[in-house]
């Protein structure tokens, strides 16, 4: 069994992202694409939503040539490029577009539940979800997933969007904890207690 892994920055008071939807107004350091790195480099396969693999696409691809990348952000643009990639969008998959192309399938949300079961049925490196917000949502409440690996972010944003919709309850068992010379952030890893 593969697990599921949902790695997200949060905010000490609970944001995903702040007011309007901006993401860059969380407490990014560079420890966090540094901890994003790891997590892809342990991962079997990126599980997106559509609106993250359209960011992922407009950013990655061209930071691998880019002279003035750091060297951790050429590492995951590379990454990215290889890894398998499943995304869940009700965009039919003839009409997606981009350098992913290749290395990507495309599912309908009416399917996603069941194919990524499947996904989880079968042997290899964890399925690592990024961002996705409302996808991993629904995938928690279909109990789907396996772990969290949160970085709480060393800041309160005061607004947002908050990381979970409050919809959907689950009972988590701390596997773990580490901090990063340099950075205030904590990530925390969690796994998602199976209920019934």
Do not use: C
Not at 75 to 84: K, M, Q
């Amino acid at each position: 069994m593969r697990k599921l892994i949902v790695t997200i920055l949060m905010s000490l008071d609970g944001h995903y992202e702040g007011p309007g939807g901006n993401f860059m107004a969380m407490p990014l350091d560079n420890e966090f694409d540094t901890h994003n790195h790891a997590e892809l480099a342990e991962a079997g396969t990126l599980l997106l939503g559509a609106r993250t693999f359209q960011l992922f696409q407009g950013f990655w691809p061209q930071m691998a040539g880019d002279p003035a990348a750091t060297e951790v952000h050429k590492a995951i643009s590379r990454r990215n490029g290889e890894i398998e990639k499943v995304v869940v969008s009700d965009t039919p998959a003839e009409e997606q577009d981009g350098p992913y192309r290749d290395t990507t399938t495309f599912v309908r949300r009416a399917d996603a539940h069941e194919y990524i079961a499947g996904l989880k049925r079968g042997e290899g490196a964890p399925i690592l979800m990024f961002g996705s917000r409302v996808l991993w949502n629904d995938l928690l409440a279909a109990g789907l997933v396996d772990e969290f690996h949160i970085v709480l972010g060393a800041g309160v944003l005061g607004g947002g969007t908050p990381a979970f919709d409050g919809k959907t309850t689950a009972r988590l068992r701390l596997l773990g904890s580490e901090t990063h010379a340099g950075s205030e952030n904590i990530v925390l890893r969690y796994a998602v207690e199976k209920q019934g």
